[in-house]
């Protein structure tokens, strides 16, 4: 085989290992702020890739989904084998975790029985020492036959010495060489005729290893079954006949499955691979980890929902409190920008659009950009840190009462359960759930969480009529989102989607202090997302529903009552005072009086514009059905636009209300016009936050309902059903209101 002289300067690596492995920490560590996040194709889990530059040659690095073998169980394990099969990265590097090497290395065999070149990065080196765990790398790599080099990723050490490692073996030229495991006398006799039949007839050997292949019809790995009937039926089949005559063999003679035994002896050959001065374990006895003797407190029966409860709130009061200066400076920059453009642009259709429509609208969105920053911030701080597998692992009891699975929790949490997240990569974590039912109960109720699009109007609102209690109506608001979404998905498994739960496995990561670096990573890429959305979903809808707020104004006959009433209002004035009317200067009763009724005319006339527009329209018809929920058309209007997305509701108020409010002079935020507003009050605020918190996903996520449950039908139902729910739960609490006086 000859070789080119010119090397390729690009390389493309892959980071795969086990979940909790700290694979996503070396990925942020190597690749810092050079990241792009994205989808698969066709796909919707997530793919990340980050580049590096190491002596003139460009890395580019593909962080695989966490997976703890390559047998398709799960679509994240599906998307890493195919990934390295069809990609064919140069060199995988593959990350475990050096304080549960044996467990570990279980995705290590794999990846080498594939043939694929490997780098192990042994990572968390310092906690394995912590452990009393002593590893002897050298003679790991010479036993493994691959590099493997020392790290520790949430301080970047070891990561030059990674990359330096997998660039070496991409220069060396190495090809892919399948490890060969002896699984004993009962599957390597069929385990060899398969591989002389799938390599005498090239049966799928273009993408895999024969004896990979002849592996995986002993696992009864569906995928690539399927793959095979459709490159050859009749090989298939007699590799299919082989599979089920070892099968039963096993199942009489050990009473055990072909992909029982084949993974006993893998784990037989990592026990064997780690004796003799490979691993070492200094501490004997019932010492418990560090980690081991803090859970021993915070997942304690009684103290753990306390601390945990605790903790919620505590996210709550930080938020608040160090968002509330920023979040006036964000509020006083829109306001200034709207000023200025009032002074810039011509009385007009124009202005209105960039005032009313875009600044107004997208500046009610952006202006709790801070709030969000530190709620994001939290959130990646206790995900970061291991806590919230330890919620999951607490919460599991609580989850099967609701006929829900324990890992239910983190598509909760990933939806908002913390108040903040997104309900799409929650319901796009719903697929680790192994029954169907259990995946669509979770994906019909998680959207009932708080997400980060709530948040924003829940806090402006909260901000308006409970000014001295926020956190603690917060903490409320998103107690009571768990409520429902519980009781509700109770209501779903008990009725429609009846059966029994399955249970619930879940590794505790070890608890680690999370990086500085990499809580900016987690938190920045969540921020992005708000804020791309702010600048093209948002602006569009904004602008559409500022026209439709806009057209077709008033009529001619209108437009002359307006005018009368203003012609009336300067002829009851002298000459004199009619000319100081139109300056600031102090002026008797009667410029005063009539500086008064000028500017409810205005406001009158700006009222009747919006009422008569194609959204006023909508919103007035409504008003028959939600005034028992104590809503008005202005409100219906918002309500309307927040079915496209949940932040259209601070933008549509806020073009609703800046349409009314037409002296510059008295520019205020959102949050202290519909405080000084006649139709608001705190009854029909919390109705309103109520509604909102329940009512349907938005529309991304209820193309992502389709998806996931693979039937349109789940979405109308999400939409009808949730919208029902909120009209139901918001018209208790506002006649309820009424009746107790508060209101």
């Known amino acids: 085989m000859t070789r080119t002289t010119q090397e390729p300067q690009e390389h493309l690596f892959a980071l795969a290992g086990n979940p909790n492995c700290g694979k996503t920490t070396l990925f942020n560590a190597i690749t810092g702020a050079r990241q792009h996040v994205g989808n698969y194709p066709g796909i919707t889990v997530e793919k990340k890739e980050g580049l590096y530059a190491l002596n003139g040659r460009q890395i580019r690095l593909v962080d695989l989904p966490g997976t703890y073998s390559l047998t398709a169980y799960s679509l994240e394990e599906l998307v890493a084998r195919d990934f390295l099969v069809h990609e064919r990265p140069e060199v995988v590097i593959n990350i475990v975790d050096a304080s549960n090497l044996d467990r570990n290395l279980y995705l290590t065999l794999q990846l080498l029985e594939l043939g694929v070149p490997v780098v192990v990065a042994l990572n968390m080196i310092d906690v394995a020492e912590g452990r009393g765990v002593r590893i002897n790398a050298e003679e790991l790599s010479k036993r493994l036959g691959v590099p493997v080099v020392p790290t520790v990723a949430r301080r970047g050490e070891g990561k030059d010495a990674v990359i330096r490692a997998a660039v070496d073996v991409a220069r060396s030229g190495v090809r892919w060489q399948p490890l060969r495991i002896s699984y004993g006398p009962d599957v390597d006799p069929v385990l060899a005729d398969m591989e002389k039949i799938i390599e005498g007839s090239g049966f799928l050997t273009d993408l895999y290893p024969a004896r990979w292949t002849a592996l995986k019809y002993l696992e009864e790995d569906e995928q690539v079954k399927k793959k095979g009937r459709e490159k050859d039926p009749t090989v298939s ?113 124009l202005r209105s659009l960039v005032v009313s429509g875009i600044i107004d609208g997208v500046g009610g969105v952006m202006g709790f950009v801070p709030l969000i920053f530190f709620m994001f911030l939290a959130i990646a701080f206790l995900e970061d840190t291991g806590y919230l597998a330890r919620a999951a692992y607490m919460l599991d009891r609580v989850f099967r009462l609701f006929g829900l699975h324990g890992n239910s929790f983190m ?201 008569s527009s194609f959204a006023g329209r909508i919103g007035t018809a409504l008003e028959r059905v939600t005034r028992w929920c104590g809503f008005d058309w202005r409100t219906n209007v918002a309500l309307v636009g927040g079915f496209a997305a949940k932040e259209v509701i601070i933008s549509t108020l806020g073009t609703a209300y800046s349409l009314g409010e037409l002296n510059a002079e008295e520019s205020t935020s959102l949050s202290q016009r519909l405080r000084h507003d006649p139709h608001w009050n705190p009854l029909v605020a919390f109705a309103a936050m109520v509604f909102i918190m329940l009512y349907s996903p938005c529309f991304v996520t209820v193309t992502c309902i389709i998806k996931e449950s693979g039937s349109w039908k789940w979405g109308v139902f999400s939409m009808a059903f949730n919208t029902t729910v909120a009209f139901v739960v918001a018209t208790a609490v506002y006649q309820g209101g009424r009746l107790l006086g508060l209101g």
């Open 237 to 349: 089949e007699m590799l299919e006949a082989m599979a089920a005559k070892v099968t039963e063999h096993i199942q009489k003679t050990l009473d055990s499955y072909p992909e029982a035994i084949i993974a006993d002896h893998r784990y037989g050959f990592i026990a064997a691979l780690l004796k003799d001065g490979v691993l070492e374990q200094r501490f004997k006895g019932n010492r418990l980890h560090l980690s081991d003797q803090i859970d021993r407190v915070l997942t304690n029966r009684f103290f753990g929902p306390i601390i945990m409860v605790a903790v919620l709130y505590g996210v709550y009061e930080i938020t608040f409190t160090y968002s509330e200066l920023p979040v006036r400076w964000f509020e006083a920059a829109f306001a200034a920008l709207s000023r200025w453009a009032e002074g810039v642009l011509p009385e007009g259709p």
């Open 411 to 611: 598509a909760f949490i990933i939806s908002g359960g913390i108040a903040g997240g997104c309900a799409v990569p929650g319901v796009m974590a719903t697929r680790t759930l192994r029954t169907s039912r259990e995946r669509l109960a979770t994906l019909l109720t998680a959207p009932f969480m708080n997400c980060g699009a709530k948040v924003p109007v829940l806090a402006m609102l909260i901000a308006a009529f409970f000014t001295e209690n926020r956190a603690q109506m917060l903490f409320l608001l998103t107690l009571l989102a768990w409520v429902f979404a519980l009781v509700l998905a109770k209501v779903i498994r008990v009725t429609i989607l009846r059966g029994p739960s399955s249970p619930f496995l879940l590794e505790l990561p070890p608890y680690r202090i999370p990086t500085f670096k990499g809580l900016m990573i987690h938190t920045w890429e969540r921020i992005w997302q708000y804020v791309r959305k702010a600048g093209t979903i948002i602006v569009a809808i904004s602008v559409l529903l500022w026209a439709l707020m806009t057209y077709p104004g008033l009529s001619a006959e209108d437009k002359n009552r307006f005018d009368e009433a203003r012609r009336a209002v300067m002829e009851s004035l002298s000459p004199d005072d009619r000319a100081l009317l139109e300056t600031d200067e102090a002026a008797g009763a009667a410029v005063q009086e009539a500086r008064r009724r000028l500017k409810d005319i205005a406001r009158q006339e700006a009222t009747a514009a919006l009422r």
